[in-house]
């Protein structure tokens, strides 16, 4: 009975390879990932006085956390890890590569972010599987899982000179505070840090 | 349920200042330095899955004004959680995506005419062919003895997975052994011609 029902439905429309395609690419993601591609965005204001740098890295990160299968709350911090290197050395000169290393003594162990000018970057967690119960407030606690311990960064140019290395402690492990607190003490850049996830 | 976590942090200004109360008020007005700000998010469904993620770096420029300062300090002040902006049409958040953010931080300010520069950002690199060669350069590093070890505790191949992209790429032996070799001989190499030079 099935068996002739389906003999007798009418067999789906072809596609052309095209729309083939980017159906199964629909299927694979959510509806949302398919209408807006990640994007890095440099703008300055009218008088030239504030320079905006603006990332929405959602499908970068989404396809970070599915390669190295972390936990939310190693996603939450490789996402906040990515994000930054890849704003820290997005538009940077030709060859410019940024490498960010938290050492921290948290559940997630150490992670790892190698960003470049032209906007590539990646990253890995010692311990994808982190995490922390959830904070009393309800959020991911990604200081917990990252610890304290020491942020290094790293800026080199491809083909000769010298690397800039700076160290400076892990204040909070939330990534963006430690980053701020990063380029203010080591690249003396003055910054205010927000992470959320 | 979304899990939104947004956690704002007093700025650390350089300069030796009087009392908490200035410190905040002049968080950002200090021309002496650059100032800059710094926000990231990422937001996961219930599932543990990311729904979005961005965020964003302004910095204020040289012979920025005060007036432009305290402008954007109130824009960054009144924004939502950052990764509301990149959240799927139909959800809680702006979805005003990347030029949605500039403007809501440049509002009252008035953003440069012209598009912007953009670039799309990408995972990776670890293309598969750069990739083999360094994964042989590193198998090599081990030593003949112990590529040999390896070889033969897991039937003649050798496995290595990347730990940036997490691809798996499988050596023949002879390949991996070969490399261990010449890296080997070279080692050997120079140093006989460092004894060498020791002797002259």
Redesign the interface.
Known sequence: MTAGARSGAAPPPMLPFKAAASRRRRRAFPLFASLRSDEVLRTLSEASEISVLAVDGTRLVSEATKRHGTAPTASAALGRALLGGLLMSAFKGEGEATQITFKGTGPLGGLQVVAEATGAVKGRVDNPSADPPLRNDGKLDVGTAVGGGVLAIVRSREGGGEAYTGLTQIVSGEIADDLAHYLATSEQVRTRGESGS | ME????????????EKVSSKKTREKN??L?LS????????????DKA??????????????P???EE?LVA?ERN?SSLP???S?????GDSGDSG???G??AA??AG????PGP???????????EKEGLRQRMVRAAALLGEAEVTAALEANGGVMEMRC????EAVAFEGEEVLEAARRAQGGKKASRAEGEERGEQ
């Open positions: 899990r939104e976590k947004e956690r704002k942090k007093k700025p650390r200004p350089r968080s950002l200090f330095q650059v100032n800059c700000a710094l926000a990231l998010g990422v937001s996961l543990g899955r990311v729904q979005a993620a961005g965020g964003f770096l302004v910095q204020a420029l012979l920025c004004s432009t954007l960054i959680a950052v990764s902006f990149f959240l799927p049409e995506g990347v030029a953010l500039t931080l440049l300010i008035g953003a440069a912007g520069f953009s670039l799309s950002p990408r995972y990776g690199p670890c730990e940036f992209c997490q």
